[in-house]
Structure formats: C-alpha cells, structure tokens
C-alpha cells in the first residue's frame, strides 16, 4: 500500500480525530455556535468509520489530511494567550509557524525534507510542552491547585481526600465550580508524585507524556508495518492539537490516560499475549471515573480470555485505591463519587448537547443520561467491531466515550484530547500492512 492510500476506516479514525481536536479548541463566542458542531462532525465521520470497517480497498488520504492538519496549525495560532511569561507566549506562536511551515513541507516536499520538518515539530512539541510549568508556574485553574497540595498533603502522611490546599493564588478557591473535595481517582496522586519530588511541580510528568506517547504510537506503528508517512501524519495530528499546551499548563489528568492507551496499544502489538497489556487498560478506570464501556468492551472482546490475567489486572488496580480506603474511607469515596453526585446541574460552558439544551431551553437532562448513551454507544460499536480486535476494541471505545460526552454535563477540551488520541491509536492499528496481526492482538492478551 503506497503513501497515498490506506483503508477506509483509517483515513476516516484520522479525520475524525483532528475535527475533534479543532472543535474542542474553539472558545468563547463559537463554542457552541461552532466548536460543538465541529465535534459532533467528528463523531460522525468516526461512526462512519465503524461502518466501513470491513472495506479494505485503499483511500487517498493525504490531500485532505494536509488541509487539516493545516487548519489546525492555524487554529493553535490564534488560541487564547494562557497569561504566561512572555518568552513562554512568544515561543508558543513561534510553535504554530513552525507548525504551519511544517505541514506544507510535509504535504509536499519529498521524503527526506518531509521527515526533517516531522522531526522538527516533535522536538519543538517536546520542548513547549516541558517549558509550559516554567512559564505558567501558577496557573488560574482548581485542578493545579488541587493536585499540587494533595500531592504535597499525600508526602507528608496526611490523608490527601481530609485536606483543602492553600490558596496558593489568591482568590483561586472562588472560581466556579471548585469541587469539595479532590475529585479524581488516587492514582493519578500517585503517577503525578515523582514530578512534584523532583520539580515542584506535578504538571512535568504530564508533559513528559507527550513525547512518550508520540514515541509509543511511532513504535506501534512501524511494528505494523505502516507507511512512514501516515505514522507522520498521525503524530503531527496529536501535538498540532490547537490547545494541547493547556492540557499541559492546567495539569488535568488525561495525559496520563493517553500515554497509558498507547502503551496498551504498543505491548498489544508488541506482545499480543502478554499479561502487561491488560494491566495498563485496566489501570484506565483507575485514573479516571468516566472510564466503564472501554473496560466492558475489553472484556467483550475476548474469545478465550486468561483468567488470572484479568484478576492480576483487577488486583493491581484495586491495589492503588484500597491503602486510601483503608486509611480513611469516606473521604476516599467522597472524592471518587464527586463528580457524579456532586455538581448540582450541568456546566454551561462545556462543549456538550446538554450544555447546548440548557442554554437555548433552560431544562437540565439528567445526569445519568450520558452513563446510559456510553452503555448503548458501546453496545452498538462493541457488536459491530468485535471482530476486529484491537483496533475495533480501541474505536469503539473513542465512540462510545465522545458520545459520553456529547451528552454529559461537563466536557472540556481535555475530555476530547483523550478522544482524539484514542482515534489517532484506531487509525493506526486499522492502517497497518499487517491487518491480521492488528486484528488479533486483543483476542489472546489475558
């Protein structure tokens, strides 16, 4: 299969993957006028891509992804400034024109040019991303807030689900919405840790991700047999996303969720009966509480399933909750459970329907709506990809968790970065020469 075309399915994971990427990037006033639309597009084109999944005559893909990958350089150009230091913002926009140049040089220069101007964002993206905690050391933001005084709570033998962080920016605690309590699984205290000994600061480790994780899905790739050109493609589709740098600068917690989905992906080609690949996609609901039909799925998908595989996964899992439920139990699960009984009604501001609903009606769907569109989304993607192993396992859990948050009460830019990431991984493992290896990979790991 040349450069220019792969299968369907692929081309359509990697389309999908950047309008999601451009949609959760647009702010305020087009958030819902337009980002959301732009979502939903993506959402569509990957159902499309469920659909077409079985037809493995070739594509063109390169032209059309050119454009995007374009658009999405110049979309990250004219992002919001993140109020940091001024050599951080001027490097920042000098990313984007190196971005831009690059995607003309790789739609159209040959090969060696091409893999050079590659190259050259990945250590750029590299280096921005290092740079974002030195140049936002303190950003306006909860989940910073958070994060940082109950790691530092956490070395200090205090209880990190007992404790409110200091203030450390004056007036951070009255912005809107600050949960209780920390909200978020304790492993993702546990994975930040090691940034907040070495550095002072957690949000290292999630930009330490990024260059992990374009490394795994290029190792993947090239394991697949992929042409070097579509694995480009897929590279610069993640580090071009226009307001990945915030995922960064916020310290939110999918980095960690995406570095983890592709090394799941890398030991599921890797070594395809390995027990290490179930214990990284089971650590996914360990990082994150939305993670439930990507697990369900996982377990659908095995013909013949390992048993001890899956109850060592489990166990592993478990293993960084229960130290925290013993040590104080109601404040653990209060944390846990926060975000799902705890907001009293949706965030206006997320690119979500519900969202859209609320403002143009004033109603407020329920909250269990998007627990029950995740359940049918992935029972409808679960039974038509089942076959396809690991690249079925890996779309139709971007379906079903996209849907999940199309009808969620909160949904932000960094909900729809995991998205995208797991569609660049399908686009990958759909794309590969070798389509058999791909499709059995999942079907005998635990």
């Known amino acids: 299969m040349n450069a220019s075309a792969v299968p369907a399915a692929a081309a359509d994971a990697l389309l999908a993957a950047m309008l999601v990427d451009i949609g959760s990037s647009l702010g305020r006033p087009i958030r819902l006028l337009l980002g959301l639309p732009i979502i939903v597009a993506g959402f569509a084109v990957a159902a499309r891509a469920m659909w077409r999944v079985d037809d493995t005559r070739p594509v063109a893909w390169l032209p059309h992804s ?22 951080y913002e001027a490097g920042r926009r000098l990313f984007s024109v190196l971005a831009l140049a690059a995607v003309g040089v790789f739609a159209g220069a040959p090969a060696p040019h091409s893999r050079r101007a590659v190259t050259a964002v990945i250590v750029g993206a590299a280096v921005l991303h290092l740079a974002t905690p030195l140049g936002v050391p303190q950003p306006e933001i909860d989940v910073w807030h958070w994060t940082q005084g109950c790691i530092r709570a956490l070395l200090h033998g205090v209880h990190p689900y007992t404790v409110r962080p200091e203030d450390i920016a004056e007036g951070a605690f009255q912005i809107q919405h600050t949960a209780a309590v920390y909200p978020y699984m304790p492993l993702t205290l546990l994975a930040f840790a090691p940034g907040f000994l070495l550095f002072g600061d ?19 790739g090239a394991r697949l047999g ?42 599921a080609v890797r070594w395809p009966g390995g027990l290490a690949q179930a214990i990284v996609f089971l650590l996914l609901p360990g990082l994150k509480q939305y993670v439930i039909a990507p697990v369900l799925l996982y377990l659908a998908f095995k013909p013949r399933p390992r048993a001890l595989f899956i109850v060592v996964a489990v166990a592993v899992t478990s293993a960084t909750v229960a130290p925290f439920l013993l040590w104080a139990w109601r404040p653990t699960i209060d944390g846990i459970l926060y975000q799902m009984i705890g907001p009293a009604q949706p965030r206006l501001d997320s690119y979500s329907l519900v969202a859209l609903v609320a403002v143009l009606t004033g109603v407020f769907v329920s909250r269990w709506v998007s627990v029950a569109v995740q359940l049918i989304v992935a029972a409808i993607a679960g039974a038509r990809l089942r076959r396809h192993g690991l690249a079925g396992l890996l779309l139709a859990s971007s379906l079903a968790l996209c849907a999940t948050f199309l009808a969620g009460w909160q949904a932000f830019q960094n909900y729809y970065y995991l998205v995208s990431a797991m569609l660049l991984v399908s686009a990958i493992t759909m794309a590969g020469s070798d389509r058999h290896a791909a499709h059995m990979s999942v079907r005998t790991c635990s």
């Open 226 to 267: 992929l042409d070097r050109r579509f694995i480009d493609a897929t590279s610069l589709a993640f580090l071009l996303c226009p307001r990945a740098v915030l995922v960064t600068s916020n310290g939110w917690n999918e980095p960690l969720l995406v570095v983890a989905v592709s090394a799941f992906v890398y030991l």
């Open 202 to 220: 957690y949000r290292f480790v999630a930009a330490l991700s990024v260059p992990v994780t374009v490394a795994l899905n290029r190792a993947s």
């Open 66 to 87: 050119s454009f995007v990958l374009f658009v999405m350089a110049a979309v990250g150009l004219f992002t919001p400034s993140l109020h940091g230091a001024l050599w």
